[in-house]
């Protein structure tokens, strides 16, 4: 593969590098554009900060509010990433238990449809007047938006597994053990990436959203409560600042995730390799 | 019978297959009374149309279906039980192997399943691979090799437990004929190095003459045997013995058995 005299791929491999180098450059200049045409616009029009605050006055306001800004941030990090795992942990074990059991499937798949359709908005209330501890309700609220997508998911991965492969399992004997960690996990993983995916970032607005809803209670300190409260007090600049804030989460969230699927799935999933053209 | 390549060899029965039927939940007659002897160290093919049942036995013997009535023994058992996990090697018609795992630890994959460790396989992993002439694609995944090479990784993986028993479904279908034709070769010189007894199942009349030395033919519509010819012709075969008149011979001798079960209704192939 890498036997070929070198000189016959200098060509090649020159246009790939500039490929790579345009693949940063290019979005950093448009978003930079965009910015400077966004703070050009609000001085020549004098657009006053409370309507729509210049991206310079956005960054100061990240400075100055950054240690409370800071604070709100990890606490929805923490909801976040909590309910992101709280939803694997219930996705998988009860994905496990309806792909082995069709009665079982059957009989409590319902329950998952109506978590998931009935608008999270609409239950947080419920939830937060049955649970005292708010955090404790924020996470059930978040865990819910996240859950079906991994459940869903993993019971379609595990039933995903070749029939063929499965009747070689069956040949040798395999045990129900070694049947599952070495035929349907690997066959459920790119299903299971894929939910991965989607449920990171329904986690984090099941977090946001579930603060809304709880945050004129007033105990919750994440970066909702500050767009709330800014808005209350009319800190249109602080409210930009928190915005941004959960922006940087979510695209954090996106990139780890993606991140993690080429890793787990780059050397043999269809959907992870990039081909040579 | 003409063995003569294969003197050593016991002719005690391994399979005895008697009056067996298959049906399906459909209704479908998937076999009907099939009745049947192989011997150990033979090379037989299930030849036929589709429909035949070709597969479906082969999966019964595998222990894969069940039998609707009869009985099948392999080396005296019934399938699948007793007789232990190690004595058969299945080979599909698509290379059936894990896509996220390398050439190596789809090899090694009957061996870990009856717990053997990594450490202990390895000797015996590289044997097999050697053999089907892919030593150096150890670390390749599947979706980097050819479909011969997959084929032929398939084929390691069903040796690698040392089976007495090959059991083979269409496995060079799928496949241009060069590419067969160097199959076939391989397949003839694993099943006499190993001194295996092979099932072959194929619909094409010229492989299953230039390979076994017996041709069970079979019919659709219910799946029945209905020629069981015998091959002559010595071993080891090459590609020259394409050309020998015993071939030809014999490959009109299985032709017109073939034909004669395709009845004038049900030419759908």
Known sequence: MSTETPILNSEQNRRARIERRKAVIMPTLAIVIALLVWEGLVRYYEVPHYLIPAPSLVAETLVKDGPSLMSSMLFTIKLTMLSLMCAIAGGVILGMIFALSRTVEMSF?????????????????????YVRDTFTALLICAWIVAFFPILSNTVIGLRSADHNLRDLFKLYQATPLQRLRYLLAPSALPYFMAALKIAGGLSLIGAVVAEFVAGTAGQSTGLASRILESSFRNEIPRMFAALF????????????????????LGRWHESEIRRES | ?????????SSQPLIEIESVYKQYATGVVAISDMSLTIEQGQFVSFLGPSGCGKSTALRMIAGLSETSAGKIRVNGHAPGNGSGPHDIGFVFQEPTLMPWATVFENVYLPLRLSGMSRKDAAPRIEEVLAQVGLSKFAKAYPRELSGGMKMRVSIARALATRPRLLLMDEPFAALDEMTRFKLNNDVLRLWQDH????????HSVYESVYLSNRVVVMAARPGRVVA???????????????TT?????????????????????????
């Open chain 1, 109 to 129: 798949f319902p329950f998952a449809v109506i978590l998931q359709v009935t608008p999270v908005v609409a239950i947080a209330p419920l939830i937060l007047i």
């Open chain 1, 245 to 264: 804030l959960v922006s940087v989460l979510g695209i954090l969230i996106f990139l780890a995730t993606s991140w993690l699927s080429r890793a787990v």
């Open chain 2, 1 to 9: 019978m003409n063995m003569a390549a294969n003197t050593s060899v």
């Open chain 2, 195 to 202: 001194g295996l007894t092979v099932i072959f199942v194929t």
């Open chain 2, 228 to 242: 069981d010819i015998t091959i002559p012709g010595a071993y080891p075969r090459a590609e020259n013995f394409r």
């Open chain 2, 245 to 269: 008149k015993e071939y030809t011979d014999s490959c009109q001798i299985v032709s017109d058995a073939l034909n004669e079960t395709l009845g004038t209704d049900d030419i759908d192939h």
